[in-house]
């Protein structure tokens, strides 16, 4: 967060027209400096001027000019700006970028409190393992589709969570090449169920599977988790410290 | 039937765009597999994404721009995937391709079993 006194303002100069893989530079820009934590910036359009090429750009009424001036300005701390500046310089191309000592008086605040750290989300990391099972969309099991009794039976396990892809060409166990054919009529493409959990719990499903799926193909593979849960248990945890002297008499 | 093996998974990434020899890089690929005697092979295309050349690769709503993200998930034995990389060498100009040694389970139908399911 950026504080009173000394700052850096960093101007960059482009054409509206300048693109980076793709997609306007200024919005490249501004996502960057966005994701990064700047404090805050702003694309100024201009209604006229000329670059380095000595060509003058007007917003005419006949003509539709995408090549008019735009300026992108923020304002950071030396520190921070020296760390983005080698990037800006690569996605601004041949625009010019312009860095200027300011004071800032009173930095902006924001309109809404910054939520408490508690009621963040929790990261959690450790050793998991993968489980993908590769079948038919078409194999069932008792009345229901296949996928979707697996999906139930995780849920029922306790399995910490599972999605299921649809591929849209692929072949399985029984040789048949699957492929989409149509929004309506595609009930043949192989799926994919990826479950994570730790290795015990996946393991323990496997007599379940076995009896489930009559053909198709289980892989198991080491991954690293991290998990971003929200913190349901913070929420619990409060109400219940204040209860205590409560419960104690 | 069931059987026990330990194998290799390979995913490649690319774009829905990308082609080998006039057909599409996905089902290229699939026919090598399919060559090779790779057990298992699934194609899935992604909603978004960008790759190795940074391009924003995004299935349009309303138009038929095909340059989706697309992921090739391949499971085979280390020889298997070992014949693999040659042709995968030559096909894929521009993408990523991430290997990792699994653990697999594969479960085949009997004949037996099969007349009773179908």
């Known amino acids: 967060m950026l504080s009173s006194g000394k700052a850096v303002k960093v101007t960059i100069y482009l054409s509206e027209g300048a693109t980076h893989h793709g997609v306007p530079v200024y919005t490249s820009i501004l996502d960057f400096l966005f994701y990064r934590g700047v404090a805050g910036a702003t694309v100024l359009k201009g209604i006229a001027g000329f670059g380095a090429d000595h060509h003058m750009h007007a917003a005419h009424l006949l003509e539709v000019s995408d090549h008019l001036p735009l300026k992108i300005e923020f304002i950071e701390s030396r520190e921070n700006v020296d760390a983005l500046l080698g990037k800006l310089q690569e996605l601004c191309g041949t625009g010019l970028i312009e860095l200027q000592d300011v004071v800032v008086a009173k930095p902006a605040q924001m309109t809404r409190p910054e939520p408490p750290p508690s009621a963040s989300h929790l990261k959690i990391a450790g050793k998991a393992q993968m489980m993908c099972i590769y079948l038919s969309e078409e194999d069932r099991w008792q009345d229901k589709p296949l996928y979707k009794a697996l999906v139930e039976a995780m849920r029922a396990n306790d399995i910490a969570g599972v999605t299921v892809y649809r591929g849209i060409l692929g072949y399985g166990a029984h040789r048949r090449v699957h492929k989409e054919k149509s929004l309506l009529t595609s009930n043949h493409c192989s799926v994919m169920l990826s479950a994570i959990d730790t290795a015990d719990k996946l393991h323990a499903l496997l007599p379940l599977i076995d009896k489930m799926v009559p053909e198709g193909l289980v892989v198991f593979s080491n991954v690293d988790i991290i998990k971003y849960a929200f913190r349901a248990g913070g929420g619990q945890a409060q109400p219940a410290e204040e209860a205590k002297p409560e419960a104690e008499p | ?118």
């Open chain 2, 1 to 118: 039937m069931k059987e026990s093996f330990p194998a290799r998974m390979v995913r490649i990434h690319f774009g829905e765009d990308d082609r080998w020899q006039g057909k599409p890089l996905h089902e290229a690929i699939v026919e090598r597999c399919k060559e090779l005697g790779i057990p298992e092979v699934i194609v899935f295309r992604g909603i978004e994404g960008y790759g190795s050349g940074s391009r924003i690769r995004r299935r349009g709503h309303w138009t038929f721009s095909k340059d989706a993200p697309i992921q090739v998930s391949i499971i085979g034995t280390e020889e298997q995937i070992a014949g693999l990389f040659p042709f995968l060498d030559r096909a894929v100009e521009e993408g990523v391709v991430a290997t990792s040694a699994v653990e697999v389970v594969r479960y085949l139908r009997t004949e037996s079993s099969a007349d009773g399911a179908g």
